[in-house]
């Protein structure tokens, strides 16, 4: 009888130990001391634009940051991704613009500037080969493990083919593949430069439906709810290069660890299941001017309008998403299947040995993942 009792006693402690380190695990106790670094365009600066240019910059006048009371910086009415993925990582300093004196860098930087490219030389902007060299200048801030663990998020190429779209009215399809291979050409570049200056853990976006840009669809003149194809087509055959390059990338260095967001169709589930995501307007900006309310938000001398509410917006102007949406994609980022991100999550990727080989790598989707309405986050949403 006392025997049966001990190891009922004993089973029952394993029990409650194997329940508490799960709870540990699920609520992501277990997140080591990590830093964050952005690079690429506008959807991750955290304000260097307004550090390059003696212009106004948009982002900083009202109603940017109307949902935290005043302009943040960002393009956005409150935080951005980073933001929030910053405190499902426990970080608990603010990702700060690399580019703004006196700023504490310890936790990670912004080294994103709006209209950045990866080809050619923007106006008042960065390439991404010139944001990372600029990270190399500021290495001395962290030390070699820190950024061996940290993660590298980057989301680039948009203007590339908005650029090119513009100044190539009438090219053919096997001009935009070939423009196509040459930005993916120059992100791998960038990458590997970006890996030999310590960084070991990317995360890499894909691009959004360009086409649909609220921005674009005005511009283009293409209707309430249509979007320009020709746009869509080239980030779609951007995409399709992401994830192939990156296996090949980990397999041929043990220390090469990454996951790719699978940003274009996160978007276009919530802009063709708007209501099953709360989203009203997906279509248009909550602030701007013109057909789609796509220009001039922020601007002082354009009377843009400005929506009632702004979380039932996907776009908060005509390119960037409102605050609400943002929160939606760093919960996807932190914690979703990999019908969304693959080849792991972000906890997953953060917790990932150092120098350890990868054992899943990027495969493509099938079909019916990319146009299902379903997203699992595993419950980490209440960070």
Not at 3 to 32: E, M
Not at 91 to 108: C, H
Not at 152 to 171: E, P
Not at 202 to 211: D, H, K, V, W, Y
Request: with cysteine; charged share 20%; net charge neutral.
């Amino acid at each position: 009888m006392v025997s049966k009792c001990n190891l009922a006693s004993v089973l029952g402690i394993f029990l409650v130990l194997a329940l508490f380190q799960n709870s540990i695990t699920v609520s992501g106790q277990n997140v080591p001391v990590v830093a964050l670094f952005t690079f690429g365009d506008s959807n991750l600066d955290a304000g260097n634009k307004q550090q390059l240019t003696q212009t106004l910059v948009a982002q900083g006048f009202w109603p940017y940051g109307k949902s935290r009371d005043k302009p943040t910086g960002k393009f956005s009415d409150g935080f951005i991704t980073p933001d929030f993925l910053a405190k499902s990582m426990r970080i608990t300093n603010e990702i700060v613009p690399a580019l703004k004196p006196n700023v504490n860098v310890s936790r990670g930087a912004s080294f994103a500037v709006a209209d950045a490219t990866l080809l050619g030389a923007p106006v008042e902007s960065m390439t991404l080969n010139q944001q990372i060299r600029k990270f190399n200048q500021m290495k001395t801030n962290w030390n070699d493990e820190l950024l061996g663990k940290s993660l590298f998020m980057i989301y680039v190429g948009a203007n590339d083919y908005l650029n090119f779209s513009k100044n190539n009215l009438n090219a053919d399809a096997s001009a935009q593949q070939a423009f196509v291979t040459s930005v993916t050409n120059k992100l791998k570049n960038d990458i590997t430069m970006l890996f030999n200056s310590g960084a070991n853990k990317f995360l890499i976006q894909t691009l959004a439906p360009l086409g649909c840009l609220p921005i674009v669809r005005q511009e283009y003149n293409t209707g309430i709810d249509q979007c320009y194809e020709k746009l869509n087509d080239m980030a779609r055959q951007h995409n399709e290069k992401i994830g192939p390059m990156l296996n090949e990338m980990a397999k041929a260095s043990k220390d090469f660890q990454f996951t790719v967001f699978d940003f274009y169709n996160v978007m276009l589930r919530r802009m063709q299941n708007n209501k099953e995501y709360r989203f009203f307007v997906t279509n248009s900006s909550c602030c701007g001017v013109g057909t789609h309310d796509a220009y001039g938000c922020g601007l002082p001398n354009v009377h843009s309008r400005l929506c009632d509410y702004q979380r039932s917006y996907l776009y908060f102007d005509g390119r960037h998403n409102t605050e609400k949406a943002q929160e939606m994609f760093s919960h996807l980022l932190f914690g979703a299947d990999q019908n969304v991100i693959q080849p792991m999550n972000v906890r997953e990727l953060v917790v990932y040995p150092v120098g350890e080989p990868m054992r899943d790598f990027w495969v493509p989707q099938p079909l019916e993942s990319t146009v299902s309405s379903l997203e699992s986050s595993h419950g980490y949403e209440d960070f």
